[in-house]
């Protein structure tokens, strides 16, 4: 029998995306309003372009990254859902009683709902590409730096809210909320430029906001501005992370930490 | 023979209320352990802390002598365990939920499909293994459950009330398994309500009482410690009878009936008939009733 870390890992990972593949609803529904609403709103946002202060801009660079941060926002219900299932289902206690640490288990999880959510980002992209000739000037390699960068933040921060969450109805409402929220303050629906004031003023701290900051970057070939906005994400996706390790170590502070083996036999009682 | 759990003086409490107080415990390999108690006696909190779920104030347990709290990693791998409720994945199939946590305890995934056929043709399963455990009967998810816990052939099983809401059929399937399990080396607690039970599996009875064992051994030995009953019907109301002095039976009259409380109630109803022949004129019958884990359990809570 191996024991290896890698191993349990695997295990936990692939039964994680048994899970999301027995579940896809969701996930598929936030993906085909994305690609809806990319197409419903390239007319609207190139027709603004013209009225927007900043670089110039393609009314499908606006449309693709807003709902792309959008609709990853609201797929970080299904990613909180997922981890709040185990709480549900009584199946967390099980998985803290075996081998795997703590760190395993949220990393075996995690891993296939940050490639769902990746691959959403790569679906709603891709779409704009094909139909409507979306572009990055800065490289497809940093429309996929800020992608991951984006999926990881989601991610984190849906940890977080997973362990705040006390039922899914409350995750279900609370995250609507987040989600239309961030997407509003962030400027997914409406540039920022045309927020009322007030909301400009908040923008920032709006995690959706430097998402699109940085997708726009790398649509609009100004690379040297994708540093702040990426890091500003990674600071994001460590409080999300933090929040979710420090809360859900105290919901579960009667588990027992993993020690690491030492390599003496055990000592056998007579 | 080696105790695979070794529990001591384990205290535990939440806010006011004493879960464990002084609990002790030790299973050898091969044993299983009948933990019997009423609720809140301490046994879930028990099975909870031996999992490592849950960290006593004070005391020890040891796994295969590793204690459960400094040496959780080590620990983990030799434990199997089926809580009270349901925990498993509904939207995952039977074999699904079997090779996740197969996975969890490190088993190669051919391995798992042959431990897994294995537990599906014990448990009855075989023909559900690819349904979704939400469209599984209850005794099936009963089954599954235990199944899950013991997929990775653990030394130490802990089954907290797994034949709850189970039918016969599921119930005879969980207890030949969990004796098949024992039989090839696990120690096995198995905590339940249900009495009976224990004599099916042959277990040795463990009875929790406020946090702590009240008492522990072999089943014969206890139940002999707890009076039976004898019950002498007659055709008309008996005399009123009365033990000999310093006996420890004790006499009842209730209508036609004659009641004998005593250890041996059959020894003590023998010599008291014989000292009233009139009375066995008109006797219908006897019936003895010799004393149930129910009556010990009964008992040994009363005092």
């Known amino acids: 029998m191996s024991r290896q870390p890698a191993t349990r890992l695997a295990a936990e990972a692939r039964h994680q995306t048994v899970l999301i593949a027995r579940d896809p609803g969701p996930m598929i529904g936030y993906t085909v309003m994305g690609l809806l609403l990319i197409t419903a709103t390239r007319p609207l946002y190139t027709a603004l372009g013209t009225v927007i202060p900043g670089p110039p801009s393609a009314g499908i660079d606006q449309a693709a990254a807003g709902m792309a941060v959008m609709f990853s926002l609201f797929a970080l219900k299904v990613g909180a859902a997922h ?18 640490g703590f760190g395993e288990i949220l990393a075996g999880k995690a891993l296939p709902i940050f490639i769902a959510i990746a691959a959403q980002q790569a ?53 609507d909320i987040v989600a239309l929220l961030t997407s509003v303050l962030g400027g997914a629906i409406i540039p920022v430029p045309l927020l009322p004031g007030w909301l400009r003023d908040i923008a920032p701290a709006s995690p959706g906001y430097w998402a699109l900051n940085a997708y726009r970057a790398a649509l609009t070939g100004t690379p040297s501005q994708l540093g702040r906005p990426l890091l500003v994400l990674g600071a994001f996706a460590l409080a999300g992370a933090g929040i979710a390790a420090l809360i859900g170590a105290s919901q579960h502070s009667t588990a027992l930490p993993v020690r690491r083996q030492r390599r003496t036999r055990p000592e056998l009682t007579g | 023979m080696t105790a695979v759990l070794d529990a001591t003086g384990l205290v535990k409490r939440f806010g006011s209320t004493v879960a464990l107080d002084g609990f002790d415990l030790r299973v050898s390999a091969g044993e299983i352990t009948g933990l019997v108690g009423h609720n809140g006696a301490g046994k879930t909190t028990f099975a909870r802390v031996t999992a490592g779920l849950v960290a006593p104030e004070s005391g020890v347990v040891r796994v295969a002598g590793a204690d459960v709290t400094r040496a959780a990693a080590r620990v983990r791998p030799l434990l199997g365990l089926a809580p009270q409720e349901l925990a498993l994945y509904p939207t995952a199939t039977a074999r699904e939920n079997l ?9 190669r995934r051919r391995e798992a499909r042959i431990r897994i056929r294995q537990l599906a043709d014990t448990l009855m399963l075989g023909d559900v293994l690819d349904r979704r455990v939400r469209d599984l009967s209850g005794g099936q998810q009963r089954r599954l459950q235990a199944a899950t816990a013991m997929v990775h052939r653990p030394r130490l099983l802990l089954l907290d009330e797994p034949t709850v809401g189970a039918d016969p059929v599921t ?12 039989d090839d080396g696990a120690a096995v607690v198995y905590t339940t309500h249900y009495l009976p039970e224990l004599d099916t599996l042959d277990a040795t009875l463990a009875v929790a009482d406020h946090g702590r064992i009240i008492a522990r051994g072999n089943r014969a030995a206890l139940l002999a410690t707890v009076p039976g009953h004898a019950v002498a019907d007659f055709d008309r109301p008996p005399p009123p009878l009365a033990a000999p002095a310093g006996s420890p039976a004790e006499v009842c009259r209730e209508g036609t009936r004659l009641v004998i409380t005593a250890p041996e109630p059959a020894s003590a109803l023998v010599p008291l008939l014989a000292a009233h022949p009139d009375a066995v004129a008109h006797l219908r019958s006897i019936e003895l009733c010799p004393p149930t884990l129910d009556d010990l359990y009964r008992h040994l809570v009363k005092s």
């Open chain 1, 83 to 100: 981890l709040l299932n185990e709480r549900t289902w009584h199946t967390w206690e099980r998985l803290l009683a075996s081998p795997a």
């Open chain 1, 123 to 175: 679906l709603l992209f891709g779409f704009a590409t094909a139909a409507f000739g979306l572009h990055p000037r800065a490289g497809w390699w940093a429309l996929a730096a800020c992608a991951l960068a984006w999926s990881a933040c989601v991610l984190l921060l849906g940890s977080g809210a997973s362990t705040l969450a006390r039922s899914p109805a409350q995750l279900s409402a609370a995250g």
């Open chain 2, 99 to 107: 090779g996740a946590f197969a996975g969890l305890y490190g088993i």
């Open chain 2, 171 to 182: 119930r005879d399937a969980l207890l030949a398994v969990v004796r098949g399990a024992a």
